[in-house]
């Protein structure tokens, strides 16, 4: 690979990310020569593995690579100035353009301005356009920010209570205000801004505001066919419809559309720790003019926002033979950098090695890094789960094991049964067991129940099924199905054997994919890839790195990057805008597929190779 990118450079690059308390960010150059495995950061038993892996990543052939990574960004990206996607896009854009207007007339508090965000925005969209992202940005609470102020969690790192300061000021919003819960940052008797009752209040304005307006011809509810109707349903922060597109191009393209409610961060004004860095100083001059005009866009136009997102962490305890997991929740608001990490992606046209390298991981991500029962079975993980909590989506009534575990019980805290309005399965479900079909006991108990409080209908739809995209037992996806039978294009996809003989059944539908990391680590991990405030001089030559040619040594060095995250003790590594660890919500089982995944792709590549 690169000899740009080679040991010496993982490893300034490897302390920045997985910091070990045995060594700083600032070290002389003679120890920086090869890749090192603190004992506080790399699990032992795990050492030789990531060796061989590196080893076996770097040798890979950079010219024939290359060949396979432009094909597969080729066949799978998602270009928005396509006349078919901008048919799509236009028709989106116009439909949730006369929702918000009509949620401003149904209630004048939640007057919104319409952003676009997400990866369709941004041009790395990868399969089909059948993804939207918009957040409505109301109005009056950026006006009300004066009285309320942020606190960042002591608990959940990213994520800040918002506490009322002035219930005059915001008189409007009272019946969203709750008794603070118990948090460091919070003293007894202060209020705050409830994200729950603004979250349920948004989407049963959505849902109003869908019954009320005119629809694009082109789009209906998903399921219509079958007498269903337009509603939303709770994603993560956003209200999500889903959609179907018809038209003389698409003869019908399921859409899944998210809108989530968002306001500014109020006071105190707050700069991402990533731009206070000294070491920007002795970057180049691309990065530092980046950096730079990205510091004075947040002080004239940008703004760092704030987002319901109620799902906290699952909780173990074994007071009896049996253990139990409790769901634990707060009110916490999650810290938002869209309008800054869009600005970073404006920065790159289509083309770029930037964007071609961020949907070649995506890529690879929906083919490979995915919850089936025969990456289960190869990575050895299939007991390890009896002692794991158990996966679970959130349906309008409980919470539903989905993984196959011993008897145990799911049980709420105090004051959340009938309360919670949230379905978390965006965060919960993205790195759960593997489905499975044995006949091991469940039993689980009611979590919430949220029909008295919102019109939304939630449907569970992570059971089992062909039209998942979930590969069948006994197959591994190869970069062949990648962009021939499996073109994340096509709706209709042929299953032709891959060159070891196995057939594949097609993942093209993103929408349905059953990931085992988030799409949020890898752009993290390309921020850091990007523009990593170091003082190696290899790193100050970026216009020799970040070249079409070194495409194939930057997607080897992410994945590098990944499994020396995954194969370390911390399981974790540095949020880029924060400088402070990410942990990432992996169990031991999931660790391991996702190790087995990436050697996978190494799997393939090698064989890719060999027919380029």
């Keep these: 690979m690169n000899a740009l990118l080679n040991g010496a450079v993982f490893e300034e690059f490897r302390r920045h990310i997985l910091p070990s308390s045995e060594e700083t960010l600032h070290f002389s150059q003679e120890n920086k020569s090869q890749l090192t495995f603190p004992s506080d950061v790399i699990d032992p038993d795990n050492v030789v ?87 409505a940005k109301v109005e009056r609470l950026c006006s009300a920010c004066d009285a309320l102020e942020s606190r960042f969690s002591k608990r959940k790192k990213g994520f800040v209570y918002l506490v009322v300061k002035d219930v005059g000021f915001i008189q409007d919003f009272t019946e969203f205000v709750t008794m603070a819960e118990e948090d460091g940052v919070l003293n007894e008797g202060e209020q705050i801004l409830s994200l729950r009752k603004i979250e349920n209040h948004f989407s049963e304005l959505v849902d109003k505001a869908l019954h009320s307006i005119d629809v694009p011809k082109a789009l209906s509810p998903a399921g219509v066919e079958k007498g269903l109707f337009w509603h939303s349903v709770h994603n993560g922060p956003c209200a999500t419809i889903n959609a179907t597109y018809r038209s003389t191009s698409w003869e019908e393209l399921g859409l899944d559309i998210d809108i989530a409610p968002t306001f500014d961060l109020p006071k105190p004004l707050y700069t991402p720790p990533v731009l206070e860095l000294r070491t920007w100083n002795n970057m180049s001059d691309s990065k530092n003019e980046l950096m730079s005009k990205l510091t004075e866009m947040l002080h004239f136009k940008l703004k760092i926002m704030v987002v319901p997102f109620a799902f906290d962490k699952i909780l173990e305890t074994q007071n009896t033979d049996i253990k139990t997991w409790s ?53 050895g993980t299939y007991d390890m789960k009896l002692d794991e909590p158990p996966s679970t989506t959130l349906t309008s009534v409980t919470a539903v094991p989905l993984g196959v575990v011993p008897a145990f019980t799911v049980e709420p805290l105090a004051g959340w049964r009938q309360e919670l309005g949230d379905d978390s399965s965006d965060d919960s479900d993205d790195e759960a067991s593997s489905n499975s079909s044995s006949g091991r006991g469940i039993k689980y108990e009611v979590l919430y129940d949220r029909s008295s409080l919102s019109s939304n209908s939630d449907v569970d739809d992570h059971k089992p099924s062909t039209e998942t995209g979930e590969r069948p037992s006994g197959t591994v996806a190869s970069s062949e199905s990648v962009y021939t039978e499996l073109d994340l294009k096509n709706k209709s996809v042929t299953q032709n054997p891959t060159s070891d003989g196995d057939n594949l059944n097609s993942t093209q539908n993103c929408r349905s994919s059953k990931p085992l990391i988030k799409t949020y680590y890898l752009k993290m991990i390309f921020f850091f890839t990007r523009f990593m405030p170091t003082d190696n001089e290899i790193w100050t030559r970026e216009n020799e790195i970040w070249t079409r040619e070194n495409l194939p040594a930057l997607v080897v060095f992410v994945l590098k990057a990944l499994f020396f995250v995954y194969s370390s003790n911390q399981k974790a590594f540095n949020n880029f805008w924060f400088q402070d660890m990410i942990d990432l919500p992996a169990r031991p089982s999931v660790s391991l597929e996702i190790l087995q995944s990436l050697e996978d792709i190494v799997d393939e590549l090698e064989r890719r190779m060999h027919d380029v």
């Excluded at 048919?87 to 301005?113: L, W």
């Excluded at 916490?332 to 070649?360: A, C, G, H, I």
């Design 49 to 135: 593995r990531t060796q061989k892996f590196f080893k076996r990543a770097d040798s890979l052939h950079e010219t024939k690579l290359l060949r396979v990574f432009d094909k597969l960004d080729q066949v799978n990206r998602v270009d928005p100035k396509d006349p078919k996607t901008a048919e799509v896009a236009n028709a989106v854009v116009t439909f949730v353009e006369r929702i918000i207007k009509k949620i401003g007339e149904i209630d004048p508090r939640f007057t919104s301005t319409l952003l676009r965000g997400g990866s369709f925005f941004d041009d790395v969209k990868v399969g089909k356009p059948d993804e939207f992202d918009f957040t």
């Design 327 to 379: 769901y634990r929740y707060s009110e916490t608001w999650r810290v938002s950098f869209n309008s800054l990490e869009q600005f970073v992606f404006s920065q790159y046209d289509f083309e770029s090695v930037e964007k071609q390298l961020y949907r070649v991981l995506k890529i690879l991500k929906e083919t490979f890094i995915q919850k089936t029962e025969d990456l289960e079975s190869r990575a």
